[in-house]
């Protein structure tokens, strides 16, 4: 059975996690599928956004524990899995994690790093490492930018699992919604995106991912550039004479 499966329909590229047999758990054939996928869908000038979503009842739930060889998966999936979180945050293109079932550990990472993840509402979240003997550690480069200082500390060391109700409350995700209305949610997500200009929505993400790190000054001086070189740029052209026609902009068409 492949790994993750890919298909693309209208500028949407879908990555499915597909091993519901081992629960989604982060696999090395997992993750080095799941990798392949992402970066086909960025390279792919006709995909304009990437949902994440899975097979089977568990979203992922975090890392195989079955892999065989202990050591090997404590330093070369490490690695592999810190690369994909990074893949995905620096995305050009938006990421939407379609979580239709439970997470844990790592599969917690997953659905915190993309950059707008709606989970059914029966769905469970848990960092649950500490009960394993380990620790969240990896995935708090993406969950504690989300979480307050007081959330981090009860999720992280109670380590129990908690409702897709709570996680959007405590911002790890999006939105927690009923089963039936899932599909609607993210169709509605994905319209917005899809009318947002490819260059403006990948200057959106480098503004998230960068501003934060800079001081005042300099977080001034890079995105005053940014903004002329997007003012300056053929797709604003575009989209503003588009607007002033009463016209959809070029790329929603």
Same mark, same amino acid.
């Given at each position: 059975?492949?790994?993750?499966?890919?298909?693309?329909?209208? @500028?949407?590229?879908?990555?499915?996690? &597909?091993?519901?047999?081992?629960?989604?758990?982060?696999?090395?054939?997992?993750?080095?599928?799941?990798?392949?996928?992402?970066?086909?869908?960025?390279?792919?000038?006709?995909? !304009?956004? =990437?949902?994440?979503? &899975?097979?089977?009842?568990?979203?992922?739930?975090?890392?195989?524990? !079955?892999?065989? &060889?202990?050591?090997? !998966?404590?330093? &070369?999936?490490?690695?592999?899995?810190?690369?994909?979180?990074?893949? =995905?945050?620096?995305?050009?293109?938006?990421?939407?994690?379609? =979580?239709?079932?439970?997470?844990? @550990?790592?599969?917690?990472?997953?659905?915190?790093?993309?950059?707008?993840?709606?989970?059914?509402?029966?769905?469970?979240?848990?960092?649950?490492?500490?009960?394993?003997?380990?620790?969240?550690?990896?995935?708090?480069?993406?969950?504690?930018?989300?979480?307050?200082?007081?959330?981090? !500390?009860?999720?992280?060391?109670?380590?129990?699992?908690?409702?897709?109700?709570?996680?959007?409350?405590?911002?790890?995700?999006?939105?927690?919604?009923?089963?039936?209305?899932?599909?609607? %949610?993210?169709?509605? =997500?994905?319209?917005?995106?899809?009318? @947002?200009?490819?260059?403006? #929505?990948?200057?959106?993400?480098?503004?998230?991912?960068?501003?934060?790190? #800079?001081?005042?000054?300099?977080?001034?001086?890079?995105?005053?550039?940014?903004?002329?070189?997007?003012?300056?740029?053929?797709?604003? %052209?575009? @989209?503003?004479?588009?607007?002033?026609?009463?016209?959809?902009?070029?790329?929603?068409?």
């Amino acid at each position: 059975m492949t790994a993750t499966l890919y298909s693309q329909t209208n @500028g949407v590229a879908t990555i499915t996690l &597909n091993q519901p047999d081992n629960r989604n758990a982060l696999s090395g054939a997992l993750v080095e599928s799941l990798t392949a996928h992402l970066a086909q869908a960025i390279a792919d000038s006709d995909v !304009r956004v =990437i949902v994440l979503t &899975n097979a089977g009842r568990v979203f992922c739930a975090g890392a195989d524990l !079955r892999e065989s &060889n202990r050591e090997a !998966r404590t330093a &070369n999936q490490s690695d592999g899995f810190a690369e994909l979180l990074v893949q =995905i945050l620096d995305s050009p293109k938006p990421v939407v994690g379609r =979580i239709a079932g439970h997470c844990s @550990g790592g599969g917690v990472g997953l659905a915190a790093a993309c950059d707008i993840s709606v989970a059914v509402d029966t769905a469970k979240f848990g960092f649950t490492e500490a009960r394993i003997g380990v620790a969240p550690a990896m995935i708090s480069v993406v969950c504690l930018p989300k979480l307050s200082p007081t959330d981090a !500390r009860e999720l992280f060391l109670r380590a129990n699992r908690i409702s897709a109700t709570r996680a959007a409350d405590v911002r790890l995700i999006n939105y927690a919604v009923d089963t039936e209305t899932l599909d609607t %949610a993210i169709d509605e =997500i994905v319209d917005d995106l899809r009318a @947002g200009g490819p260059a403006a #929505l990948a200057a959106c993400k480098e503004l998230l991912s960068q501003v934060p790190q #800079l001081d005042r000054s300099a977080a001034f001086k890079w995105t005053s550039e940014l903004s002329t070189a997007l003012f300056s740029g053929e797709e604003a %052209a575009s @989209g503003m004479a588009a607007f002033l026609a009463k016209e959809p902009a070029p790329w929603a068409k």
